[in-house]
């Protein structure tokens, strides 16, 4: 079978690798190339382009960047119908009188392309229509070869591990998400039910770092590639079936990860704000200072960035009495790599950094980037947003979707990246299931350590004990 690179070797430095882009010459037409780099191409010509024939396979950078942007021309159950009806069509897998040898050549190829669609995205098949198309293509190849059966049943188990995985994350999700409550209900019904804080569960800030990378990085793995592309999708222009889109926004995964971000900084908000005594407060600060520090060294820059928000939320900052106890410079170190400004540059080189020494990693540990993930988010919205996927000509631009394909197919490196560290279940389930308090519920117990200071902190406070203790 044709051998393929990995993630990492696919797109060099100054964007796509140019040089694998030189093929034969397109017998359908419809491809426009400059200096042997594919720029546009009409979206018939592009899906030719993307099955192999006896003499020709396309590259695997090409075929990652036309199945992740394909889906915002067209559903994935009409590309895969598409790309059945060439496989038969074209090398006749339908007629029985075709030369063997012809279908012994061209058969490793089709199994190819499709055992790397299933690899990189096996949520497509989730889709029943996607699957049925797979199956019947693949049993054809199959019905000429006891060999190609064995690795089209390789194939198609190994898809419906993966989807069975998801299935089973999917319900863990569900579960944590049906049982979450706010602290304070509970503080109010059964107070006893949370006596503990974060330093009883786990008092080194070393430990808790690894155990947030385990969470952090069994998140990332979840994300399809797809739904970046399906987060920002918007009709085609010329499409005119006027539903196709809403059932394409499949994008729950990420939305999981976007919302653990949301909740360790309410996590660590909260657990400030809990104790009465304000060396205690500092106690935990100075601690969550440890557990960001350790999450830089990691190369976890999303739970990093998640515990300096919850740090800078306003019911925490506002504690001068408890944050003049604290010793700060190490906070400030952290806060200043974390800087927004020039569009968050010193994070972005600390980044760089992170993904080449992961490049040249010896060890699990050496390989670990997890990205902030909500400017990663940003980015390829500011890049969806800032190019058109048509050219006036109707051609698909296909130069965006290879800088497109470029971020993506980062992250996917970073994804598959095994967590090297022990996991403790009881400090996973801590941080997982505790509850945590609201915004308001935040502000309140903020106001009960450190009173209010003004008017206007007077009256929101007793305006949130009435409202959140019936108080007056």
Known sequence: MPQTPPFSAMFDSSGYNRNLYQSAEDSCGGLYYHDNNLLSGSLEALIQHLVPNVDYYPDRTYI???????????????????????????????????????????????????????????YDFRDERVMRNLKDLAHRIASGDETYRKNVQQMIQCLIRKLAAL???????????????????????????????????????????????HI????????????????????????????????????????????????????VATEICMPVK??????????????????????????????????????VSRLKKTWAKVKTAKFDILEHQMDPSSNFYNYRTALRGAAQRSLTAHSSREKIVI??????????????????NRLP?????????????????????????????????????????????????????SYESEGPENHIEKDRWKSLRSSLLGRV
Request: proline share 4%.
């Open 64 to 122: 990652f960047t036309f199945l992740l942007s394909s889906r915002l021309f067209m559903h994935p159950y009409e590309l895969m119908a598409k790309v059945c009806h060439l496989c038969v069509e074209h090398q006749r897998l339908s007629d029985p009188s075709s030369d063997k040898n012809q279908i012994r050549k061209i058969a490793p190829k089709i199994l190819q392309l499709l055992t790397e669609w299933t690899e990189t995205f096996p």
């Open 393 to 445: 000509n109707g051609h698909v631009n296909f130069e965006k979707f290879w800088e497109l394909a470029k971020q993506v197919s980062e992250f996917m490196t970073w994804k598959q990246v095994e967590c090297p560290f022990e996991r403790d279940r009881k400090i996973l389930q801590y941080l997982l299931t505790v509850p945590v308090f609201s915004e308001d519920a935040l502000y309140l117990a």
């Open 278 to 315: 304000k060396k205690h407060r500092a106690r935990i600060i100075e601690y969550f200072i440890d557990v960001a520090r350790e999450c830089f060294n990691i190369g976890n820059f999303n739970s990093l960035m998640a515990i300096i928000s919850g740090m800078n939320m306003s019911p």
């Open 167 to 213: 299935s089973q994350y999917e319900e863990v999700l569900a579960k944590i998400s049906a049982t979450s409550t706010d602290r304070l209900t509970v503080l109010k019904t059964k107070p006893q039910s949370i006596q503990r804080d974060i330093i009883t569960v786990c008092s080194d800030p070393y430990t808790l770092a690894q155990q947030l990378t």
């Open 216 to 267: 952090e990085l069994e998140r990332l793995n979840y994300i399809g590639p797809e739904e970046f592309v399906q987060a920002f999708v918007q009709k085609d222009p010329l499409d005119n079936d006027k539903t196709c889109y809403s059932e394409r926004k499949k994008t729950r995964n990420l939305e999981a990860y976007v919302e653990w971000f949301n909740r360790l900084s309410y996590l």
């Open 371 to 388: 990205p902030f993930f909500s400017l990663l988010i940003k980015d390829i919205y500011f890049l969806n947003e800032g190019c058109a």
